[in-house]
């Protein structure tokens, strides 16, 4: 799930909720993805948990990505290196997008879920150990001009009480 923390997304202040009103009205659907496309400078804090070791990393990220049918898919650069295909469905009867990740060098692929609601977006997933169920997302909060994402990433035994493992902000620097 490495892939979640270069692609990390996410609550807008209540201070933005008048020129939210102004904005034009944000894509719905498959179309919500290109939100991702494009050049970002990510900034991440890494903190000492039982699920993650303390540390600071910058990345440059690029989603070069492209839409057909109902289809979007991003090609994930991290450095300069082709890392992993992103597939984006919608099932728009549902409300809800399907990721397909596809490593390079033919590993096999994984999927996972992603909600969206308003500017927070949410990747959850769980890894489970015998009888034992970690559960864990990455929450992204895009600010309202969609060119900034605060993000976290957390772990939970019980979906309730979440221990953060890491904290970021990504920005983009520019267009694919």
């Known amino acids: 799930m490495k892939i979640w923390a270069a692609m990390g997304l996410a609550v807008a ?3 933005f909720a008048g020129r939210a009103a ?3 009205e944000k894509p719905k659907g498959i179309e919500a993805i290109w939100a991702y496309a494009g050049l970002w400078t990510i900034q991440i804090e890494r903190f000492d948990t039982a699920q993650s070791k ?3 990393e910058t990345t440059h990220l690029r989603n070069a990505c492209w839409k ?4 979007v898919a991003c090609n994930q650069y991290v450095d300069g290196e082709s890392k992993v295909l992103i597939v984006f469905t919608y099932n728009e009867k549902e409300n809800s997008y399907t ?4 490593p390079q060098g033919g590993g096999a692929a994984g999927s996972g879920k992603l909600t969206i609601e308003g500017n927070v977006w949410t990747f959850p997933w769980e890894v489970k150990d015998g009888d034992k ?3 864990f997302r990455v ?3 895009f600010n309202t001009a969609a060119d900034r994402i605060e993000y976290r990433q957390e772990f939970s035994a019980d979906k309730e009480h979440w221990t953060v493992t890491a904290r970021g902000m990504e920005m983009k620097t520019g267009k694919e």
């Open 139 to 141: 929450v992204n909060v």
């Open 133 to 135: 169920t970690t559960y």
């Open 99 to 102: 990721s397909y990740q596809i």
């Open 22 to 24: 102004a904005l034009p």
């Open 54 to 56: 303390a540390g600071h």
């Open 68 to 71: 057909d049918g109902g289809y």
């Open 13 to 15: 202040a209540l201070a």
